[in-house]
């Protein structure tokens, strides 16, 4: 299959693209580093031309949360109208388990606001939400860190490896549109303050890390509401195996 893969110099995206070559699909890179802007439009058309399937793991630089809803949802627009013109039949979205939830989470609202457009929209889809990623603890310890200290919420967490996302959105693509919202995480529940100061360690970093409701992760976020629900697919890679490889 041809699939364009939005967001295919990320994280998430090289190691989706790999995979996809690896099960033998031809790529179409979707990047502004490829030369394609999907907030602009430029070069989206003759991107999507042939394409039977995209992938969408884009990501946004905003930090407030009307930049983010602006920017995730024009991109959403951008890559479901060229879709609809190039005749793509798959539409795959990379969401988050639990984005109901978290409503002082402004990327959560940019979540929320692309899988109201990608359901309501022309092409054929499927939403994969994925837990928090391994280095989601010291990345969000990153945000509030300052003189050695970081207050991070003890967020009950079930992180899934970047590898085990690509794996599943590749295989996703492949197929015939879901239509439906299918979470995926990684094998075991972890803390997230706990995942923090292990992660810290691991690199030699020296964080002392403060617990708290009264960041961006509030207590609507407490309790059960971050793991997968129902029918979830789970990855194999540990928090402990991604550690034991040098936590990056
Ligand atoms: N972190 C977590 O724990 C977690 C958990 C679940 C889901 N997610 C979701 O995973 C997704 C991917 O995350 P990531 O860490 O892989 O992101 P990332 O490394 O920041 O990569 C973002 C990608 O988006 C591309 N991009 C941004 N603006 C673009 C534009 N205007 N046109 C075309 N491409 C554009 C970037 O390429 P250029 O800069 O070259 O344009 C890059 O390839 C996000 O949507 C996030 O919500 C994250």
Same mark, same amino acid.
């Given at each position: 299959?041809?699939?364009?893969?939005?967001?295919?110099?990320?994280?998430?995206?090289?190691?989706?693209?790999?995979?996809?070559?690896?099960?033998?699909?031809?790529?179409?890179?979707?990047?502004?580093?490829?030369?394609?802007?999907?907030?602009?439009?430029?070069?989206?058309?003759?991107?999507?031309?042939?394409?039977?399937?995209?992938?969408?793991?884009?990501?946004?630089?905003? %930090?407030?949360? =009307? /930049?983010?809803?602006?920017?995730? *949802? !024009?991109? @959403?627009?951008?890559? +479901?109208?060229?879709?609809?013109? &190039?005749?793509?039949?798959?539409?795959?979205?990379?969401?988050?388990?639990?984005?109901?939830?978290?409503?002082?989470?402004?990327?959560?609202?940019?979540?929320?606001?692309?899988?109201?457009?990608?359901?309501?929209?022309?092409?054929?889809?499927?939403?994969?939400?994925?837990?928090?990623?391994?280095?989601?603890? %010291?990345?969000? =310890? /990153?945000?509030?860190?300052?003189? *050695? !200290?970081? @207050?991070?919420?003890? +967020?009950?967490?079930?992180?899934? &490896?970047?590898?085990?996302?690509?794996?599943?959105?590749?295989?996703?693509?492949?197929?015939?549109?879901?239509?439906?919202?299918?979470?995926?995480?990684?094998?075991?529940?972890?803390?997230?303050?706990?995942?923090?100061?292990?992660?810290?360690?691991?690199?030699?970093?020296?964080?002392?890390?403060?617990?708290?409701?009264?960041?961006?992760?509030?207590?609507?976020?407490? *309790?059960?509401?971050?793991?997968?629900?129902?029918?979830?697919?789970?990855? &194999?890679?540990?928090?402990?195996?991604?550690?034991?490889?040098?936590?990056?």
């Amino acid at each position: 299959m041809r699939i364009a893969v939005a967001g295919a110099t990320g994280n998430i995206g090289q190691l989706t693209v790999a995979a996809l070559e690896r099960a033998g699909h031809q790529i179409v890179p979707v990047s502004r580093k490829a030369g394609v802007d999907a907030y602009t439009g430029d070069g989206l058309d003759a991107a999507l031309r042939g394409a039977d399937a995209v992938i969408d793991v884009t990501n946004t630089s905003s %930090a407030d949360e =009307a /930049g983010i809803v602006e920017y995730f *949802g !024009t991109i @959403t627009r951008n890559l +479901l109208a060229a879709g609809e013109r &190039a005749g793509v039949r798959h539409h795959v979205l990379l969401s988050i388990v639990g984005i109901d939830h978290g409503q002082r989470v402004p990327h959560y609202a940019g979540k929320r606001e692309q899988e109201r457009l990608v359901t309501a929209g022309p092409v054929p889809w499927s939403i994969v939400r994925a837990t928090q990623f391994h280095d989601f603890a %010291a990345m969000v =310890a /990153g945000w509030a860190r300052q003189d *050695g !200290t970081a @207050t991070i919420a003890p +967020l009950l967490v079930q992180p899934i &490896a970047h590898g085990d996302v690509a794996a599943v959105l590749a295989e996703i693509a492949a197929g015939a549109p879901l239509r439906a919202v299918l979470d995926i995480a990684g094998p075991r529940t972890e803390d997230l303050v706990d995942m923090a100061r292990r992660t810290f360690g691991v690199r030699g970093e020296d964080v002392t890390l403060v617990p708290t409701w009264r960041g961006i992760f509030g207590l609507d976020m407490a *309790g059960e509401v971050l793991l997968p629900g129902d029918g979830a697919r789970l990855g &194999a890679t540990t928090f402990d195996d991604w550690l034991a490889a040098g936590a990056r």
